[in-house]
T-cell receptor, first 112, second 117 residues
């Protein structure tokens, strides 16, 4: 089993739709969780951290479920510019960020 | 704002050749990393460094060597390239390692596409 698993998609949605991605992780000791965004042939960039209580940033909402060991990303009112690959990232539980584990990513295509 | 700069951006090698990828950051970050990204595999950590003069192995270190002689530079070397090392290589840097909110921000370079024939 992969340490961080994501459905690779692609998710094809129309503009304005709401879409949600889930990500599961295997290490129950993991303490930090993040969503990164990667545009085609570009480098990954931090989208948002995921807090225990859940957090929102504009149209983006992240949730953490420690009991079931998954995190989610909800995108409301999808824009064409949201088309990208979304990477789930989990810290292995160590204090060293060198132990960040990346999921393979979920691809989102927003259509006009 | 240069951030993290990788050179070269593209390279084609023949099996057995050697090469070095250079990563430079101007943010005074302590931590630097080399990842490779392959289809369906996600980003995998090759080696990382927690400070000048120190390096450590990541998830997939075999076939690679690294050096961090200066704080701002992190070099990745391939001594004898193999076709399995065809990949996109990303360098990244970060402020600190303290676990908690906003501590997972890695700043990535634009990537180096390496093809080994």
């Amino acid at each position: 089993r992969k340490e961080v698993e994501q459905d690779p998609g692609p998710f094809n949605v129309p503009e304005g739709a709401t879409v949600a991605f889930n990500c599961t992780y295997s290490n129950s000791a993991s303490q930090s969780f993040f969503w990164y965004r990667q545009d085609c042939r570009k480098e990954p960039k931090l989208l948002m951290s995921v807090y225990s209580s859940g957090n929102e940033d504009g149209r983006f909402t992240a949730q953490l479920n420690r009991a079931s060991q998954y995190i989610s990303l909800l995108i409301r009112d999808s824009k064409l510019s949201d088309s990208a690959t979304y990477l789930c990232v989990v810290n292995k539980g160590s204090s060293n960020t060198g132990k960040l584990i990346f999921g393979q990513g979920t691809t989102l295509q927003v259509k006009p | 704002n240069a951030g993290v700069t990788q050179t070269p951006k593209f390279r084609v090698l023949k099996t057995g050749q050697s090469m070095t990828l250079l990563c430079a950051q101007d943010m005074n970050h302590e931590y630097m990393y080399w990842y490779r990204q392959d289809p369906g595999m996600g980003l995998r950590l090759i080696h990382y460094s927690v400070g000048e003069g120190t390096t450590a192995k990541g998830e997939v270190p075999d076939g690679y060597n690294v050096s961090r002689l200066k704080k701002q530079n992190f070099l990745l070397g391939l001594e004898s390239a193999a076709p399995s090392q065809t990949s996109v290589y990303f360098c990244a840097s970060s402020y600190s390692t303290t676990v908690g909110p906003n501590t997972g921000e890695l700043f990535f370079g634009e990537g180096s596409r390496l093809t080994v024939l």
